[in-house]
């Protein structure tokens, strides 16, 4: 298999997984202590989940504290469900957000921030934003790899008394997480982590309430027994990405440029500006992009994202940058990153580019 999915996930590290291996608690070891004990195993079980910490904080703003979570999506549901509490005035974000935060948005009614046919908000001084009240701007979007105006937004949000959360799942350990959120969002199996674990990034002197009751672990924001081993990986994911930010940026530079050349007959989706170029969503007029799935098996590619793909609907991200439904259906998603070498990706793509000439061609 070809893998060109790496906005659904991407391999683990074998760094990760080396520092996950201690807490797993196999036979003879003490790897498997609760972290909230305070026995000797216990304690060294807790240092382990504070070294992490420190790593995976390492790659956010200064001036906040990380919370583990089971994943983004946790973190998301926390930081608006219990967002809204302490700011009641209302929220937005923009049309092309996660499920896990445009659900909750479009429940309760909120307003969305349109974007443009380059996957791009508006600028902030344009937005309506609520008084008092949440505003949602994810960093880089998970199915075109539009970068937005996170800094610009928060700053008009402040303006009105508003708090701005982030997710920036796409975007952390890739690129600098810009300042001014006061909640962001961070996953560790997008960046060769384990899957399960996840963070809310809280802003000093925001008094978030937590989202689940117990035994008041992290702090007591984040009730529930920590995973050493999660922890541990998601930690060392984030010292690798750190120390490979510059390495991994310019080898997904040199895929994206072979990339382009490859798909000279498609189209791409979203700014080619403003955009992550680990990720390539395109479209090619005439293709119907779920058969091309089945005819290019031997290619792992998507065609939106992961969390949507089972509902039968076209991306909404797609429909919201004005795409007909035609255009949509002729839709896919290529993700690409540190362990995707240029010949697989030479070969897969290939193989996409001759499964949509045949299916053209039997077509016409």
């Known amino acids: 298999m070809y893998y060109l999915d790496y906005q659904a996930t991407t391999p683990l590290a074998p760094e ?66 219990r ?28 307003d969305l921030i349109p974007v443009g046919a380059d996957g791009l908000v508006p600028p902030a001084a344009e937005a309506v934003l609520p008084e008092g009240g949440i505003v949602a701007l994810m960093l880089v979007n998970n199915e075109v790899g539009t970068i937005q105006p996170v800094a610009d937004y928060a700053e008009a949000a402040h303006a009105k008394g508003s708090l701005l959360l982030c997710d920036t799942v796409q975007g952390y350990g890739r690129l600098a997480i810009p300042d001014g959120p006061d909640l962001i969002a961070i996953s560790a199996h997008k960046i060769h982590g ?5 963070a809310l990034w809280v802003r000093d002197g925001v008094r978030l309430p937590p989202l689940l009751l117990g035994g008041g672990q992290e702090h007591g924001m984040r ?91 076209t991306s909404h ?22 362990y995707t070498t240029e010949e697989e990706l030479r070969i897969a793509l290939g193989l996409i580019n001759e499964a949509a000439t045949s299916q053209l061609r039997f077509a016409a």
């Not at 989940?49 to 089971?70: C, K, M, N």
């Open 223 to 313: 009730s529930g027994t920590v995973s050493p081993a999660l922890v541990a990986g998601f930690g060392a994911a984030a010292r690798l990405a750190a120390e490979r930010r510059e390495a991994d940026a310019a080898h997904v530079a040199r895929l994206w440029d072979i990339a382009v050349e490859l798909l000279a007959d498609w189209t791409i989706n979203g700014s080619t500006l403003r955009r992550y170029r680990g990720n390539l969503n395109v479209r090619r007029e005439g293709v119907n992009a779920v058969r091309l799935m089945s005819d290019a098996r031997d290619v792992a590619f998507s065609l939106g994202s992961a969390c949507g793909s089972g509902s039968g609907k």
């Open 317 to 338: 991200v797609l429909r919201a940058m004005g795409l007909t439904e035609r255009e949509t259906h002729a839709s896919i998603r290529l993700g690409f990153g540190r």
């Open 83 to 110: 967002g809204a509490e302490i700011a009641p005035g209302g929220a937005t974000g923009s049309a092309i957000e996660h499920h896990g935060a445009l659900q909750w948005l479009e429940e309760t009614g909120a």
């Open 16 to 81: 990760a997984l080396g520092a996950m291996l201690p807490w797993l608690g196999g036979p003879g070891s003490e790897g498997y202590a609760n972290p909230a004990s305070q026995y000797r195993a216990g304690r060294a079980a807790s240092v382990a989940v504070e070294l992490a910490r420190e790593q995976v904080a390492a790659l956010l703003p200064a001036g906040g504290q990380v919370h583990f979570t089971s994943g983004a999506t946790e973190a998301l549901n926390w930081a608006l469900i």
């Open 194 to 198: 384990p899957k399960g674990i996840g």
